[in-house]
Structure formats: structure tokens, C-alpha cells
């Protein structure tokens, strides 16, 4: 079936060091979004790309699609340990489906 | 934007017995969902709750174990019948409207069955 993988499923990073999780599906897909869950949260919505190739900042945080629309990417710079959370992406399939899905997601730790 | 109000929050229930759990949204949305998401782990789609008629299940969920309502475009209960300790997990309520447009969740409710 169709599947979206995240790497790495674990990152500690030092205060102000950069972090990036990469999201890869083995389908094509229309568009892609990013959530953030919080310890103890629910996940929240950050972004959506759809073009091939397309680039968007948040601040510190900048969000990638790939070219054959197939994986996407986010990278925080500098963090900071607000930025603690788990990052999940999620993936709508070219197939015409309603239904989006989540990446494995990516544990992110940071440490001052 | 959806502001959705899930509830419990918690529970701890005994084997056997079921849960229900509910979903209120402050506004219409065309569709509703529900997931489950065991700790550290990402979240799996149960069902698509659709209004007035049966949910729609993936693969490995059935009606008997996850009955859903959905009376109306604003709620929706979801329950979890006769329960194990493989249950245990945090259930998840999810709203979005028609088209790929960004999800709104729910707080969660984490059930713990013993």
C-alpha cells in the first residue's frame, strides 16, 4: 500500500544547532503538509506545498518539495526548545483519494 | 479554522466495557475523522465519519469494534467496544473541509483499559 517514510525517527540536538527531516513517499503526490505535536498535544498544522520543486519559509523553518513531487523536507535553523516536538508530514496521493497519509514523523529533542 | 471540543480527555476503563467518545465542532466541516495513535507512534486512520449514513473503514477496523455517529456536520461519537489492553491509546478526532485543506484536531483522548 502506500506509504510515507520519515528519516531520521529520532533527533537530539544542541540549542541552536540546525535539524531536518525528510519525508519520502513511494507515490506521487498532489500536495503535502507539515504538523507539529507537542508533547502531549495534537498535531497542528504548519504548511502545504503542491508545485514540484516549491520552496516556503516560516521563520527559521523552510519547507521543500521535491521536483517529482514524491518527498519534501523541513529544516529548522538555529532551534530552540520551543521547537521540541515530533514533526509529521502528510501526504495527499495523486490517486484522486480524500484521505491523507501521515508520515512516520520525526522525534525532535533539543537540549540548552 | 475549526475549534474542535473532544471529550474525555482521559479514561481508564476495565476490559469488557466500551467507551464513547465525542467530537464537537464549532462549525460545519464536509469531513470528519477519526484516528488512533499508540505511543511515539504516528497516527492511523480508523474511519471517515459521514454524516447521516455508515462510516467508511480502512483496513483492519470494523463497525462492530469502532461503531461511529455522525447525526449532523458539527459531531460525532466514536466508540470502542468491548475493550483490551491493546485499546490503550490515544483516539484522535479530525476535521477538515471538502478538498486538500489543512487538517484541525482534537485534544485526544488517551484511554487506558486494564
Known amino acids: 500500500g502506500q506509504q510515507v517514510m520519515q528519516i531520521p525517527q529520532y533527533q537530539h540536538v544542541q540549542e541552536g544547532e540546525d535539524f531536518t527531516t525528510y519525508c519520502n513517499s513511494s507515490?506521487?503526490?498532489?500536495?503535502i503538509q507539515w504538523y507539529k505535536q507537542r508533547p502531549g498535544g495534537h498535531p497542528v498544522f504548519l504548511i502545504q506545498?503542491?508545485?514540484?520543486?516549491e520552496v516556503k519559509k516560516q521563520k527559521r523553518l523552510t519547507f521543500q518539495f521535491g521536483e517529482a513531487k514524491k518527498n519534501s523536507s523541513l529544516h529548522i535553523t538555529a532551534t530552540q526548545t520551543t521547537d521540541v516536538g515530533t514533526y509529521f508530514c502528510?501526504?495527499?496521493?495523486?490517486?484522486?483519494?480524500?484521505?491523507?497519509?501521515f508520515g512516520t514523523g520525526t522525534r525532535l529533542k533539543v537540549l540548552a | 479554522s475549526a475549534v474542535i471540543s473532544q471529550k474525555p480527555s482521559r479514561d481508564i476503563c476495565q476490559r469488557g466495557t466500551s467507551l464513547t467518545i465525542q467530537c464537537q465542532v464549532d462549525?460545519?466541516?464536509?469531513?470528519m475523522f477519526w484516528y488512533r495513535q499508540q505511543p511515539g507512534q504516528s497516527l492511523t486512520l480508523i474511519a471517515t465519519?459521514?454524516?447521516?449514513?455508515?462510516?467508511?473503514?480502512e483496513s483492519g477496523f470494523v463497525i462492530d469494534k469502532f461503531p461511529i455517529s455522525r447525526p449532523n456536520l458539527t459531531f460525532s461519537t466514536l466508540t470502542v467496544s468491548n475493550m483490551s489492553p491493546e485499546d490503550s491509546s490515544i483516539y484522535l478526532c479530525?476535521?477538515?473541509?471538502?478538498?486538500?485543506?489543512?487538517?484541525?484536531f482534537g485534544q485526544g483522548t488517551r484511554l487506558t483499559v486494564v
Open positions: 502528510a501526504g495527499f496521493p495523486t490517486s484522486g483519494t480524500y484521505k491523507y497519509i
Open positions: 465519519a459521514n454524516q447521516g449514513s455508515e462510516a467508511t473503514y
Open positions: 479530525s476535521v477538515r473541509g471538502r478538498g486538500n485543506t489543512e487538517a484541525f
Open positions: 462549525s460545519q466541516v464536509t469531513m
Open positions: 506545498l503542491v508545485k514540484s520543486g
Open positions: 507515490t506521487t503526490l498532489s500536495n
